[in-house]
């Protein structure tokens, strides 16, 4: 996928040279992403301001931040739910040739249809033409995979919120895309049940090997399950932070807690130079 807006963004930024290593290969339909000059105004509001970044396929990389730094607008062009008002997003194949990314969303809010099954509702992820039969033993092994197999026959209503959230990732999975974002889909849940699904989406983005995008406003989430953090200050990259730690990570570790310290001296910075 290309999309050029009305200027096009020349030259080339060091922070396309960005990349980390990782353990974990990246799967077959990873998609890469490069973002040139991203702009995206709203009226005389500039949210984006000339962004430029490179996520190699199969990375997970978290974008944080204080609230209304464009972290959210980000994750809509990426999804092509928003348009720029200028510069270039193209998603790339392992070859490096622009591709059209299988790109899935999962939201704060579940957002569930009641009157659907567990499984019917996972089968949604793969849209209309797929036949009914075929449509449920996919949700179902991918229910499998986010630890609900026992749940397909219940209705939303009698879930958990964690299983619901566990519901929505199942059903953005079931096409088994190549973009994964993100937008603070654990921002509701009880503290130990956080910790559980971030486990879980750390395991399951390590099996199937997607590229995921997550925002969120928890750095210590974003230290634990990213390879790299991105942090934004109004519409700008103010801080690009590889993590060099092997997943799964372990809660506890000073070396996390020391970036964590990082990072929100970053966005506690944002805040006191206005």
């Known amino acids: 996928m290309t999309i050029i807006a009305h200027e096009r963004f020349q030259g080339a930024s060091d922070e396309f040279e960005y990349e980390t290593d990782r353990a974990t290969p990246a799967g077959t339909g990873a998609a890469a992403i490069t973002l040139r000059g991203l702009e995206k105004s709203f009226g005389g509001n500039r949210v984006l301001r000339g ?3 490179h996520i190699p396929a199969g990375q997970f990389v978290a974008v944080i931040g204080k609230s209304g ?3 959210s607008t980000l994750l809509r062009i990426l999804m092509g ?3 720029p008002t200028s510069g270039e997003l193209h998603f790339e194949n392992a070859d490096g040739a622009d591709a059209e990314a299988n790109a899935r969303i999962v939201f704060q809010e579940p957002r569930l249809l009641p009157w659907l099954s567990v499984a019917e509702n996972v089968a949604v992820g793969l849209g209309d033409g797929v036949d009914k039969r075929i449509a449920l033993r996919e949700a179902e092994a991918v229910l499998g995979e986010v630890q609900l197999a026992e749940k397909a026959a219940e209705w939303p209503a009698r879930l958990s919120g964690g299983q619901r959230q566990r519901v929505a990732l199942g059903r953005a999975l079931v096409s088994k895309p190549g973009v994964l974002a993100l937008d603070e889909p654990l921002g509701a849940l009880d503290a130990l049940t956080r910790i559980s699904m971030q486990e ?7 099996e199937l090997g997607f590229t995921a995008v997550l925002v969120t406003h928890d750095v210590s989430e974003a230290v634990h399950l990213a390879d790299r953090v991105i942090v934004l200050e109004e519409g700008r990259v103010a801080l690009d932070l590889a993590i060099p730690y092997p997943h799964p990570r372990r809660y506890g570790n000073p070396a996390l807690a020391e970036l964590e310290g990082r990072l929100l001296a970053a966005i506690l910075r944002t805040d006191t130079a206005h």
């Not at 879980?200 to 390590?206: E, I, K, P, T, Y």
């Open 69 to 71: 730094c464009g972290k």
């Open 51 to 53: 962004i430029n970044l």
């Open 200 to 206: 879980l989406l750390n395991r399951v983005w390590r």
């Open 81 to 83: 739910l928003d348009e």
